[in-house]
């Protein structure tokens, strides 16, 4: 193992945070290794693992896979949980070495092939600064993107960035030197991470693209860590744009180029829409019976463009409670139980549909947001 604080200079940085990804993470490096020797050869690249003190065999894992390129393992300190965690890790390495190319990959991607390096450090190469993949995702992954926080930054902000919150980024150097000098509030440092560098992206003024990588196949995220999930990337999603109040008023529509744009293959498949039923007991608590009687009303109507303008309309009103509230954790488990049930009535709805179709609904739900955006 290599100690990387021995290295003066890289051209090349490619993370992967980690946590307890014993069975995949070898898989990931193989195949990054393959595509910086295919593409690459000739660069100054090294492979990080940052981790989060797994307990199973990730660490071990990943050092004895053999690579061309120097690797080495670097983790969080112990009883510093959070994906945020592992990424302060990697800027401050990436700042250390002054890599111009920089990217990330989860380390339970399944999907990864040797072209996703030079597909997601082209851009880089070419003078972008962050760069969002788009995948092909089944109509039942991904509910957190595509019913907040894709909506959300198009609706307020403009910006048709379909994947914010993906997990698989890449970053010039100058992004990484205005990511570090930052506030990382708590939730940044857990799952809001990814939120984090997208808004700060759109923020910072930074140039931004996205880059096509087909399907993604990769351990699917179960409601119980959805449960989690939610709060921690919707606290720091509301606290960006609240932040950053005056960009709303002339936020015009953008759609960052898109590289690399394929045909769409069949995505992985999932179906998780009974598990949402756990959490109507909660949220007919957190509502009241009339407010809950109401909402199911305008549910069982199943007019989509009622139940999409009333959704987004719905999450605008707590954006703006949320600003003044002195309870805002109680807000966000409010809110989560109103987004279970609003996912619920998706599922049922795209279960039938093509792929395409699906695609169809998600806009439709964008524009609403667009159409009832706040001022």
Not at 19 to 36: R, S
Not at 47 to 56: C, F
Not at 237 to 252: E, G, I, R, S, V
Request: hydrophobic residues 40%; glycine residues 4%.
């Amino acid at each position: 193992m290599i100690d990387y604080k021995k290295i003066k200079k890289a051209d090349i940085v490619i993370g992967i945070p980690s946590y307890n990804e014993e069975n995949t993470i070898a898989f990931v490096v193989k195949q990054i290794d393959k595509g910086l020797i295919k593409y690459f050869p000739s660069k100054k690249a090294i492979i990080v693992n940052v981790d989060n003190n797994s307990s199973d065999k990730t660490a071990e894992n990943f050092l004895k896979t053999k690579t061309n390129f120097p690797k080495f393992y670097v983790s969080s300190d112990k009883g510093l949980k959070g994906k945020g965690y592992n990424f302060k890790n990697l800027f401050e390495i990436i700042n250390k070495v002054s890599s111009p190319i920089n990217l990330v990959f989860d380390a339970d991607l399944k999907s990864i092939t040797p072209e996703w390096i030079k597909k997601m450090a082209m851009p880089i190469i070419k003078g972008y600064d962050f760069v969002s993949p788009v995948y092909s995702r089944d109509k039942s992954e991904a509910l957190l993107t595509k019913h907040l926080c894709y909506p959300l930054i198009y609706g307020l902000l403009g910006f048709n960035i379909y994947q914010p919150i993906a997990g698989d980024f890449s970053f010039s150097l100058n992004f990484v030197k205005k990511v570090i000098t930052q506030k990382w509030t708590k939730n940044v440092l857990r799952y809001g991470i990814d939120i984090f560098l997208t808004t700060s992206a759109i923020f910072g003024n930074f140039k931004i693209c996205q880059v096509g990588l087909g399907k993604k196949h990769h351990r699917i995220t179960s409601v119980k860590s959805l449960d989690t999930m939610f709060e921690e990337v919707i606290d720091v999603l509301f606290f960006q744009l609240l932040k950053h109040k005056t960009f709303w008023k002339n936020a015009k529509i953008i759609t960052p180029e898109i590289f690399n744009k394929k045909t769409i293959k069949p995505p992985q498949e999932f179906n998780g829409k009974n598990e949402f039923f756990n959490y109507k007991k909660e949220l007919k608590k957190n509502l009241g019976k009339e407010n809950y009687r109401l909402m199911e009303k305008v549910y069982c109507f199943k007019d989509v463009n009622s139940i999409f303008n009333f959704w987004s309309q719905t999450v605008y009103n707590f954006i703006q409670t949320y600003e003044k509230s002195s309870e805002k954790e109680k807000l966000l488990r409010i809110l989560k139980t109103l987004a279970f049930r609003h996912f619920e009535f998706y599922l049922e709805l795209v279960k039938n549909l093509t792929y395409k179709e699906v695609e169809k609904i998600i806009s439709c739900q964008a524009v609403a947001f667009r159409n009832n955006r706040l001022k």
